[in-house]
T-cell receptor, first 113, second 111 residues
């Protein structure tokens, strides 16, 4: 059974640009959530999607957005990149029922220069 | 405000030692507590605990949850160098459908 797949794995962007990250959850999983990991703040919740609906959003500016498609694949977008957006962006998938095991993808390493 | 606190934040041990990692939490609408191991990449799932007092075991690793006192411990016996990693404790908050993470505990196992 394939795990959570994230693309691209590494990318370098310039301040002001935008970036789109993709996540394919484990087959059968309908919940996809996104987390940002930085050395200073640790892992912080960005948003969660279930059946194409955003159920919750973390405390991030509107430059961070996402969506989920009918096949449960998800994308997140960051516009007008800032240096502080440099981080590991992790996607997690679960069945979405509440107390489910949550599995993480390998992450997308974003560097903003 | 939701809080997950891990202690100690770092630990250096020798191969063969036993270690205990602590995680306390104050999270509204607790659903489950999860432990992950992270080695310079994505967090790898170790355990999920939902019921108090029931120990989960996997090889040399075990974990238990105390929902009355709001904490969990992760034990690693007979440590190996391959156990060197950051161990993350997270609580799943219902309603918000999100994991609230602790800062992580960096374990270094020396040969």
């Amino acid at each position: 059974k394939a795990g959570v797949t994230q693309t691209p794995r590494y990318l370098i962007k310039t301040r002001g640009q935008q970036v789109t990250l993709s996540c394919s959850p484990i087959s059968g999983h309908r919940s996809v959530s996104w987390y940002q990991q930085t050395p200073g703040q640790g892992l912080q919740f960005l948003f969660e999607y279930f059946s194409e609906t955003q159920r919750n959003k973390g405390n991030f500016p509107g430059r961070f957005s996402g969506r989920q498609f009918s096949n449960s694949r998800s994308e997140m977008n960051v516009s007008t990149l800032e240096l502080g957006d440099s981080a590991l962006y992790l996607c997690a998938s679960s069945l979405g029922g509440g107390a489910d095991t949550i599995y993480f993808g390998e992450g997308s390493w974003l560097t903003v220069v | 405000e939701d809080k997950v606190v891990q202690s100690p934040l770092s630990l250096v041990v020798h191969e063969g030692d036993t270690v205990t990692l602590n995680c306390s939490y104050e999270v509204t609408n607790f659903r489950s507590l999860l432990w992950y191991k992270q080695e310079k990449k994505a967090p790898t799932f170790l355990f999920m605990l939902t019921s108090s007092g029931i120990e989960k075991k996997s090889g040399r690793l075990s974990s238990i949850l105390d929902k009355k006192e709001l904490f969990s411990i992760l034990n690693i016996t007979a440590t190996q160098t391959g156990d060197s990693a950051v161990y993350l404790c997270a609580v799943f908050r219902g309603g918000s459908e999100k994991l609230v993470f602790g800062k992580g505990m960096k374990l270094t196992v020396n040969p």
